[in-house]
């Protein structure tokens, strides 16, 4: 398929947003490539306009042996995005592995390489989170997610290969298409059910004394905002690097579970509950994204108030 653009993980959350936005961009040229399984990701597909679907192992295989045709850009999208995957094995495979083989292929074929990075590498966030090269190397991610995330980043700079590259750490992403996620849906969708089922939310608790229950931070995009700015560099060929993909102002949860409440017509009802042991040590407080690189690359654009982007997800898609 030449002339074409591919989108991993197309069928997911990210991916299939991504998708529909090049289709309104008037792009339909498009391979998807995904792991369907037995998912209900399927779903995201219906509605869009693409050329092709094809397996991610197959794929894989086509990079290995060079069977597939020249394409004009990749948008790496698909990754195992669980923070609690045990399977470590698995996670340097398919986020590690898989993302190195991808755009090994696509510097040798000069081909458009664009790929998700995270905000999960950035750990306790101890080391702040500025997504300068120099700082990267540093970092120590919670979790083998961000971990399996991180050890791309740093490899590319090692190369010398992020200059030519394009890697977005996006932070809090919500939206719709996130429902296939299970327990890694985003915290709009979860509680707009917990709303429907019983009328309250629940917020895990805060153990540290500096923040107060559900005022722990993170810094939340809306997923039409992600899509943009990964589009920017799509179209602006000669801005390359490693950048932070959020709106770089931290909001409590308190903050989103009320902007629900609202978009719902609904009095907030918030219980807060006690933290599973096995996230304590692993869990964020604060996340806000430092984007002075983002800006200096050129993306002016505001993005959504949170309170905006809840209102439009709830009304237009969980409605």
């Given at each position: 398929m030449?002339?074409?653009i591919?989108?991993?993980?197309?069928?997911?959350?990210?991916?299939?947003?991504?998708?529909?936005e090049?289709?309104r961009?008037?792009?339909?040229?498009?391979l998807?490539?995904?792991d369907?399984?037995?998912?209900?990701?399927?779903?995201n597909?219906?509605?869009?306009?693409?050329a092709?679907?094809?397996d991610?192992?197959?794929?894989?295989?086509l990079?290995e042996?060079?069977g597939?045709e020249?394409?004009?850009?990749?948008f790496?999208?698909?990754?195992?995005?669980?923070?609690?995957?045990?399977?470590?094995?698995?996670?340097?495979?398919?986020?590690?592995?898989?993302?190195?083989e991808?755009?090994?292929?696509?510097l040798?074929?000069?081909?458009?390489f664009?790929?998700?990075?995270?905000?999960?590498?950035?750990?306790d966030?101890?080391?702040g989170?500025?997504d300068?090269d120099?700082?990267?190397?540093?970092?120590?991610p919670?979790?083998?997610?961000?971990?399996?995330?991180?050890?791309?980043?740093v490899w590319a700079?090692?190369?010398r290969l992020h200059n030519?590259?394009v890697?977005?750490k996006?932070?809090?992403?919500?939206g719709?298409?996130?429902?296939?996620?299970e327990?890694?849906?985003?915290?709009?969708?979860?509680a707009?059910?917990?709303?429907?089922?019983?009328?309250?939310?629940h917020?895990?608790k805060?153990?540290?004394?500096?923040?107060?229950d559900?005022?722990?931070?993170?810094?939340?995009?809306?997923?039409?905002?992600?899509?943009?700015?990964?589009?920017?560099?799509y179209?602006?060929p000669?801005e390359?690097?490693l950048?932070?993909?959020?709106?770089?102002?931290?909001?409590?949860?308190?903050?989103?579970?009320?902007?629900?409440?609202?978009?719902?017509?609904?009095t907030?009802?918030i219980?807060?509950?006690?933290?599973?042991?096995?996230?304590k040590?692993?869990?964020?407080?604060?996340t806000e994204?430092e984007?002075?690189?983002?800006?200096?690359?050129?993306?002016?654009?505001?993005?959504?108030?949170?309170e905006?982007g809840?209102?439009?997800y709830?009304?237009?898609?969980l409605?």
């Open positions: 030449a002339n074409s591919i989108v991993t993980g197309g069928a997911g959350f990210i991916g299939s947003n991504l998708v529909a090049l289709n961009r008037g792009e339909d040229n498009i998807i490539v995904d369907l399984a037995q998912t209900e990701k399927w779903k597909l219906v509605g869009l306009s693409f092709d679907y094809i991610k192992d197959s794929f894989r295989t990079i042996k060079g597939l020249l394409t004009n850009a990749v790496h999208m698909g990754a195992c995005s669980s923070t609690t995957e045990p399977n470590a094995s698995y996670l340097m495979d398919n986020n590690y592995r898989y993302t190195r991808l755009c090994t292929w696509c040798e074929k000069n081909i458009r664009i790929y998700a990075s995270s905000a999960a590498t950035y750990g966030g101890s080391l989170y500025s300068a120099e700082r990267t190397p540093h970092l120590e919670l979790n083998m997610y961000g971990y399996s995330k991180h050890l791309f980043d700079i090692k190369q030519q590259i890697g977005l996006y932070f809090n992403v919500f719709p298409c996130e429902d296939h996620k327990d890694m849906r985003s915290v709009v969708h979860k707009y059910g917990q709303i429907l089922d019983s009328g309250e939310v917020l895990f805060s153990y540290k004394p500096e923040y107060k559900g005022e722990q931070v993170r810094d939340f995009i809306y997923v039409k905002d992600a899509v943009d700015v990964t589009l920017y560099f179209e602006h000669d390359s690097g950048f932070n993909c959020g709106t770089g102002q931290a909001r409590t949860w308190v903050d989103l579970v009320r902007g629900v409440f609202s978009a719902m017509d609904r907030p009802n219980r807060f509950m006690d933290m599973p042991r096995s996230l040590g692993k869990y964020q407080y604060h994204a984007i002075s690189k983002l800006r200096q690359a050129g993306y002016q654009k505001e993005f959504t108030r949170l905006e809840i209102r439009d709830v009304q237009s898609s409605t």
